[in-house]
C-alpha cells in the first residue's frame, strides 16, 4: 500500500512538473512564460507532497519466462538513488575542505542546488524545485550558511510569499550546511528565506568575507552588501554589469565584469567598502568563473576560445604566471575529443586549502555537468559526468553497437563490462567557435537518428514538438569529431517567420524551408534556402537507411516523402520542394503520429488515432492508439498487413499513453510515456510478445519518456538488440540488452 501511495504521489508531482517546465521554459527558444491558472488550482495539492521527488515513475521489472536482459545506462557517473549528478552546473563554490556546492536554473529530479565531496554527491539543498522557483547562477558560503541565487516566479493563487502573476523576484536564499533554508525577520518567500535582490535580472554573484555577503546585481549595474546574519543591506557601490566574486587573502574583492555583446570581459578589484582599487586583468575576453589559489594567485576561467583557467599573481599588478588546461580546450589536438586537461564551456572554478583545483565544464547552450578535480600539478583526481538532459542515444550502424551518439557526445561501449561501467565519454561534437549559428546553440534538439548514406555519417536531430530536423556531417581531414551543420528542415507557418528572433540570418519571412549548407562554412547564407507555402500539420519526422526524409501531417493529405537528392560537393544531403512526393494518410487512420519506412523491404510503419481508438485530446507527444504495417508501399499498397493496439489514453486523463516507438529486426519496441515500460511486438504479425522495464541496475526507476524518439532499437550483427530509451529525470539514458 505505501509503495501504490508513493507512486501515487510522484504521478501527481509529475504533473505539476510538467505544467512548471512547460510553462517557464520554452525548449524551443528559451522564453519564460506566465504561469496558466492550472497551477493555481493545484498549489494546495502541492504543498501536501513538499519533499516528493518529481518526474518520477517507477516499474516493476517484469519476469518473463525463457527471457532475460540486461538494464545498462549511459551519461550519468550514478545509475541509480537520489545522489546522481544534477543537469547543467552553472555556478560552483568550493570550501578550504574541499566540499562544493553548485547551482544550476533546473534540474528534472528536483537536485537544482548539489553538495559534492571526493568524487561523490553528498546531496542537494531542498526546495528550490517547483512552485515558480528555480536555481541560478551563483552560490557562495561560510562557516555556517550556504547563499545561493534563485528566482521565484508569480503564481496565481493570492498566496502570501508570492510576486503577483507574470512577476518574478530574483533572490538570495539562505540555508544551513545541512540544504535547510534559514528564514530571516524580513525575508520574502513562503518560509522568509529569501532576500529579493532585482525583479528585472538574475543575480550574478555570490561572496562572503567576514560579516558580508556580496552581491551582483548585473540589473543595477552595482554590488550589494548584506550582513550574513541579518539579511540587512549595509552598503553598495557601483560596477559595470558585475558577475563571479573572489576575495582575496586581504579581504579584498576581485569582480568579473561580464563579457556583453561586442564588449569583452575584465576582472576589476575593489575594497570591501566599494573603493576601485587600480589592479585589473583586461588580457581576458570571457570570463565566467573566478576563485583565489593559495596566497597570492587568482584563477580566471576563460570561457573564450583559449578554454583555459588562468593563473595570476596578484600580490601588485596582475601577471599571468600559468594556466591549466590545454589551450584552446577540446578543440586542440583533434577537435571533440576528450581528455581530461582539454576543458570546454566553463562555468566554474575553485580549489581548496591543500592546492587542488576543481573545475566544472557545462558545454555550450547547458550540454551537460562535467565536473572535475585536478592535483596542483595538473593531474586529474576525479570526474563527475551528468550529460544527458531531454536526450536519448543511437548508435553508428557500421560500429555494430559500439559508437553511440547523443545530441552532443560521443560514447564508446564495451560489453564486456559490468552494467553502468560500459560506457566511456570520448567526444563532444559541438562546436561554437567555428559554427556559431550551429541550431544546437540556438535551439532544443534531441532524440537523434544516425545514419550512414552512402557510406558517409550523419547525425540527424528532431526536438520535443516536432518543430525541427537538423542534419550533421563529418569530415575528420578538417573538423576532427566536430559534428558540422549541413541542413535544417522547419515548422511551417502561414502567419510569420517559422524561427522568432534574429536567427537564423535570411530565412523567409513565412512557409516552411530546407536550409542546406552550400558553401560548407556552418552558417545560414542569403542563398542557402528552399522554401514552400504547403502549410502542412507537422507530426513526426523519419530518416530511412537511404537517407530519405519523412514526416507525417496529423490530416488527410498526411505523408511527405523528400527523396534524398545525392550529396553536394561539401557532402550535405540534398532535398527540395520540387523532389517532393505526397502521399495520403491511409484510411485507418484519422490522426497520424509517427512514420518508419525500411526501403529494403519496401515495409511502412504508421502509428496514430483511429476511429476505433480515438484521441482523448490534443496531446502532441505521443505516438497515437495504434500501429499498423503496411508491405509494397511503393508499390501503392495502403491496407495494412496488421493493425495492433497500443497503450493510449482513453479517459482524458492521460495516465497510459504510448510515447514512441522503434522498429529492429523482427521487432517493434515501444515505451509509455509515465511507467517507461517497453512492449516489445513482432513485426510479422504485430502481436505482443512481452514487456518489461527498468532493471535492479537502475534501481527499477525511470523518468517519464516524453520525446519523439524517446526509444531507438538496434539489433547487432550477433543478434543481440540494444534499446536505448529516455531518461529524463536521472539525466542519464537507459540502454536495454537481450537476445530472443
Given at each position: 500500500?505505501?509503495?501504490?501511495?508513493?507512486?501515487?504521489?510522484?504521478?501527481?508531482?509529475?504533473?505539476?512538473?510538467?505544467?512548471?517546465?512547460n510553462?517557464?521554459?520554452?525548449?524551443?527558444?528559451?522564453?519564460?512564460?506566465?504561469?496558466?491558472?492550472?497551477?493555481?488550482?493545484t498549489?494546495?495539492?502541492?504543498?501536501?507532497?513538499?519533499?516528493?521527488?518529481?518526474?518520477?515513475?517507477?516499474?516493476?521489472?517484469?519476469?518473463?519466462a525463457?527471457?532475460?536482459?540486461?538494464?545498462?545506462?549511459?551519461?550519468?557517473?550514478?545509475?541509480?538513488?537520489?545522489?546522481?549528478?544534477?543537469?547543467?552546473?552553472?555556478?560552483?563554490?568550493?570550501?578550504?575542505?574541499?566540499?562544493?556546492?553548485?547551482?544550476?536554473?533546473?534540474?528534472?529530479?528536483?537536485?537544482?542546488?548539489?553538495?559534492?565531496?571526493?568524487?561523490?554527491?553528498?546531496?542537494?539543498?531542498?526546495?528550490?524545485?517547483?512552485?515558480?522557483?528555480?536555481?541560478?547562477?551563483?552560490?557562495t558560503?561560510?562557516?555556517?550558511?550556504?547563499?545561493?541565487?534563485?528566482?521565484?516566479?508569480?503564481?496565481?493563487?493570492?498566496?502570501?510569499?508570492y510576486?503577483?502573476?507574470?512577476?518574478?523576484?530574483?533572490?538570495?536564499?539562505?540555508?544551513?550546511?545541512?540544504?535547510?533554508?534559514?528564514?530571516?525577520?524580513?525575508?520574502?518567500?513562503?518560509?522568509?528565506?529569501?532576500?529579493?535582490?532585482?525583479d528585472?535580472?538574475?543575480?550574478?554573484?555570490?561572496?562572503?568575507?567576514?560579516d558580508?555577503?556580496?552581491?551582483?546585481n548585473?540589473?543595477?549595474?552595482?554590488?550589494?552588501?548584506?550582513?550574513?546574519?541579518?539579511?540587512?543591506?549595509?552598503?553598495?557601490?557601483?560596477?559595470?554589469?558585475?558577475?563571479?566574486?573572489?576575495?582575496d587573502?586581504?579581504?579584498?574583492?576581485?569582480?568579473?565584469?561580464?563579457?556583453k555583446?561586442?564588449?569583452?570581459?575584465?576582472?576589476?578589484?575593489?575594497?570591501?567598502t566599494?573603493?576601485?582599487?587600480?589592479?585589473?586583468?583586461?588580457?581576458?575576453?570571457?570570463?565566467?568563473?573566478?576563485?583565489?589559489?593559495?596566497q597570492?594567485?587568482?584563477?580566471?576561467?576563460?570561457?573564450?576560445?583559449?578554454?583555459?583557467?588562468?593563473?595570476?599573481?596578484?600580490?601588485?599588478?596582475?601577471?599571468?604566471?600559468?594556466?591549466?588546461?590545454?589551450?584552446?580546450?577540446?578543440?586542440?589536438?583533434?577537435?571533440?575529443?576528450?581528455?581530461?586537461?582539454?576543458?570546454?564551456?566553463?562555468?566554474?572554478?575553485?580549489?581548496?586549502?591543500?592546492?587542488?583545483?576543481y573545475?566544472?565544464?557545462?558545454?555550450?547552450?547547458?550540454?551537460?555537468?562535467?565536473?572535475?578535480?585536478?592535483?596542483e600539478?595538473?593531474?586529474?583526481?576525479?570526474?563527475?559526468?551528468?550529460?544527458?538532459?531531454?536526450?536519448?542515444a543511437?548508435?553508428?550502424?557500421?560500429?555494430?553497437?559500439?559508437?553511440?551518439?547523443?545530441?552532443?557526445?560521443?560514447?564508446?561501449?564495451?560489453?564486456?563490462?559490468?552494467?553502468?561501467?560500459?560506457?566511456?565519454?570520448?567526444?563532444?561534437?559541438?562546436?561554437?567557435f567555428?559554427?556559431?549559428?550551429?541550431?544546437?546553440?540556438?535551439?532544443?534538439?534531441?532524440?537523434?537518428?544516425?545514419?550512414?548514406?552512402?557510406?558517409?555519417?550523419?547525425?540527424?536531430?528532431?526536438?520535443?514538438?516536432?518543430?525541427?530536423?537538423?542534419?550533421?556531417?563529418?569530415?575528420?581531414?578538417?573538423?576532427?569529431?566536430?559534428?558540422?551543420?549541413?541542413?535544417?528542415?522547419?515548422?511551417?507557418?502561414?502567419?510569420?517567420?517559422?524561427?522568432?528572433?534574429?536567427?537564423?540570418?535570411?530565412?523567409?519571412?513565412?512557409?516552411?524551408?530546407?536550409?542546406?549548407?552550400?558553401?560548407?562554412?556552418?552558417?545560414?547564407?542569403?542563398?542557402?534556402?528552399?522554401?514552400?507555402?504547403?502549410?502542412?500539420?507537422?507530426?513526426?519526422?523519419?530518416?530511412?537507411?537511404?537517407?530519405d526524409?519523412?514526416?507525417?501531417?496529423?490530416?488527410?493529405?498526411?505523408?511527405?516523402?523528400?527523396?534524398?537528392?545525392?550529396?553536394?560537393?561539401?557532402?550535405?544531403?540534398?532535398?527540395?520542394?520540387?523532389?517532393?512526393?505526397?502521399?495520403?494518410?491511409?484510411?485507418?487512420?484519422?490522426?497520424l503520429?509517427?512514420?518508419?519506412?525500411?526501403?529494403?523491404?519496401?515495409?511502412?510503419?504508421l502509428?496514430?488515432?483511429t476511429?476505433?481508438?480515438?484521441?482523448?485530446?490534443?496531446?502532441?507527444?505521443?505516438?497515437?492508439?495504434?500501429?499498423?504495417?503496411f508491405?509494397?508501399?511503393?508499390?501503392?499498397?495502403?491496407?495494412?498487413?496488421?493493425?495492433?493496439?497500443?497503450?493510449?489514453?482513453?479517459?482524458?486523463?492521460?495516465?497510459?499513453?504510448?510515447?514512441?516507438?522503434?522498429?529492429?529486426?523482427?521487432?517493434?519496441?515501444?515505451?509509455?510515456?509515465?511507467?517507461?515500460?517497453?512492449?516489445?511486438?513482432?513485426?510479422?504479425?504485430?502481436?505482443?510478445?512481452l514487456?518489461f522495464g527498468?532493471g535492479?541496475?537502475?534501481?527499477?526507476?525511470?523518468?517519464?519518456?516524453?520525446?519523439?524518439?524517446?526509444?531507438?532499437?538496434?539489433?547487432?550483427?550477433?543478434?543481440?538488440?540494444?534499446?536505448f530509451?529516455?531518461?529524463?529525470m536521472?539525466?542519464?539514458?537507459?540502454?536495454?540488452?537481450?537476445?530472443?
Amino acid at each position: 500500500m505505501k509503495n501504490i501511495f508513493i507512486s501515487q504521489i510522484k504521478n501527481i508531482s509529475h504533473k505539476l512538473n510538467q505544467i512548471i517546465r512547460n510553462s517557464i521554459q520554452s525548449r524551443y527558444g528559451g522564453t519564460k512564460m506566465a504561469f496558466n491558472f492550472l497551477l493555481g488550482l493545484t498549489c494546495g495539492l502541492m504543498v501536501i507532497f513538499v519533499g516528493i521527488t518529481m518526474d518520477s515513475a517507477t516499474t516493476k521489472t517484469t519476469t518473463v519466462a525463457g527471457f532475460t536482459y540486461e538494464t545498462s545506462w549511459l551519461g550519468n557517473t550514478i545509475g541509480k538513488g537520489k545522489l546522481r549528478v544534477q543537469n547543467n552546473v552553472e555556478a560552483m563554490y568550493v570550501t578550504t575542505n574541499g566540499k562544493i556546492y553548485t547551482n544550476s536554473y533546473w534540474d528534472e529530479a528536483g537536485g537544482e542546488a548539489g553538495i559534492y565531496k571526493d568524487g561523490k554527491v553528498m546531496g542537494f539543498l531542498e526546495d528550490i524545485h517547483g512552485w515558480n522557483r528555480l536555481g541560478g547562477k551563483a552560490v557562495t558560503a561560510n562557516s555556517k550558511y550556504i547563499y545561493i541565487a534563485m528566482s521565484q516566479s508569480g503564481m496565481n493563487n493570492g498566496k502570501d510569499g508570492y510576486p503577483p502573476e507574470g512577476k518574478i523576484w530574483y533572490c538570495v536564499r539562505r540555508y544551513n550546511l545541512a540544504g535547510k533554508s534559514v528564514p530571516f525577520p524580513g525575508g520574502n518567500g513562503w518560509d522568509k528565506s529569501m532576500l529579493i535582490i532585482s525583479d528585472k535580472h538574475e543575480v550574478t554573484g555570490l561572496a562572503t568575507v567576514g560579516d558580508k555577503l556580496f552581491i551582483s546585481n548585473a540589473a543595477g549595474n552595482i554590488v550589494q552588501i548584506y550582513n550574513t546574519e541579518t539579511m540587512q543591506e549595509i552598503g553598495k557601490f557601483a560596477v559595470t554589469n558585475p558577475g563571479g566574486i573572489a576575495i582575496d587573502p586581504q579581504g579584498d574583492l576581485w569582480i568579473i565584469q561580464t563579457k556583453k555583446g561586442t564588449m569583452v570581459g575584465q576582472i576589476v578589484h575593489y575594497s570591501q567598502t566599494g573603493k576601485k582599487l587600480p589592479q585589473q586583468i583586461v588580457d581576458v575576453v570571457d570570463p565566467t568563473a573566478i576563485a583565489t589559489y593559495r596566497q597570492d594567485r587568482l584563477l580566471v576561467a576563460e570561457n573564450g576560445i583559449r578554454q583555459q583557467v588562468l593563473i595570476y599573481n596578484i600580490e601588485n599588478q596582475p601577471v599571468q604566471v600559468g594556466t591549466l588546461g590545454t589551450e584552446n580546450g577540446i578543440y586542440s589536438g583533434v577537435p571533440g575529443e576528450v581528455e581530461s586537461l582539454k576543458l570546454y564551456g566553463i562555468t566554474g572554478v575553485g580549489t581548496d586549502s591543500t592546492g587542488n583545483i576543481y573545475i566544472n565544464n557545462n558545454g555550450f547552450n547547458k550540454s551537460g555537468t562535467d565536473l572535475r578535480k585536478f592535483s596542483e600539478s595538473g593531474k586529474q583526481q576525479w570526474q563527475l559526468l551528468g550529460l544527458t538532459f531531454v536526450d536519448n542515444a543511437d548508435t553508428d550502424p557500421k560500429s555494430d553497437g559500439v559508437d553511440v551518439f547523443t545530441k552532443h557526445e560521443k560514447y564508446l561501449i564495451d560489453y564486456s563490462k559490468p552494467s553502468g561501467k560500459q560506457w566511456t565519454y570520448k567526444v563532444y561534437t559541438l562546436n561554437p567557435f567555428k559554427y556559431p549559428q550551429d541550431p544546437r546553440l540556438h535551439t532544443s534538439p534531441d532524440g537523434p537518428i544516425f545514419r550512414r548514406i552512402q557510406g558517409r555519417p550523419f547525425l540527424f536531430l528532431t526536438d520535443m514538438f516536432g518543430s525541427l530536423l537538423q542534419i550533421y556531417r563529418f569530415q575528420p581531414t578538417t573538423d576532427g569529431n566536430i559534428a558540422i551543420p549541413a541542413g535544417l528542415f522547419v515548422v511551417t507557418n502561414d502567419k510569420g517567420k517559422s524561427i522568432q528572433g534574429n536567427w537564423p540570418p535570411y530565412q523567409p519571412a513565412k512557409g516552411e524551408w530546407i536550409w542546406r549548407d552550400k558553401n560548407g562554412n556552418g552558417a545560414f547564407d542569403q542563398n542557402e534556402y528552399d522554401s514552400s507555402e504547403d502549410y502542412p500539420y507537422i507530426g513526426g519526422w523519419w530518416v530511412d537507411t537511404k537517407g530519405d526524409v519523412w514526416k507525417t501531417l496529423r490530416t488527410e493529405d498526411g505523408i511527405r516523402h523528400y527523396p534524398l537528392q545525392g550529396l553536394d560537393s561539401k557532402g550535405n544531403p540534398i532535398y527540395t520542394y520540387t523532389s517532393i512526393q505526397k502521399h495520403k494518410t491511409p484510411s485507418v487512420f484519422k490522426d497520424l503520429r509517427h512514420i518508419e519506412y525500411f526501403p529494403e523491404t519496401d515495409t511502412m510503419y504508421l502509428s496514430g488515432f483511429t476511429a476505433a481508438h480515438p484521441a482523448s485530446g490534443d496531446d502532441t507527444r505521443v505516438i497515437g492508439s495504434e500501429i499498423a504495417r503496411f508491405d509494397n508501399w511503393s508499390k501503392g499498397n495502403r491496407t495494412p498487413k496488421w493493425r495492433t493496439v497500443v497503450p493510449y489514453d482513453s479517459t482524458g486523463k492521460r495516465e497510459v499513453s504510448t510515447a514512441a516507438i522503434s522498429v529492429a529486426g523482427d521487432y517493434v519496441f515501444a515505451v509509455t510515456v509515465k511507467t517507461a515500460e517497453v512492449y516489445v511486438y513482432k513485426t510479422a504479425t504485430g502481436k505482443l510478445v512481452l514487456k518489461f522495464g527498468p532493471g535492479p541496475e537502475v534501481g527499477g526507476e525511470s523518468g517519464w519518456v516524453d520525446i519523439p524518439h524517446g526509444i531507438r532499437a538496434f539489433r547487432r550483427a550477433n543478434g543481440e538488440y540494444l534499446v536505448f530509451a529516455e531518461e529524463n529525470m536521472n539525466g542519464k539514458v537507459i540502454i536495454y540488452r537481450f537476445s530472443m
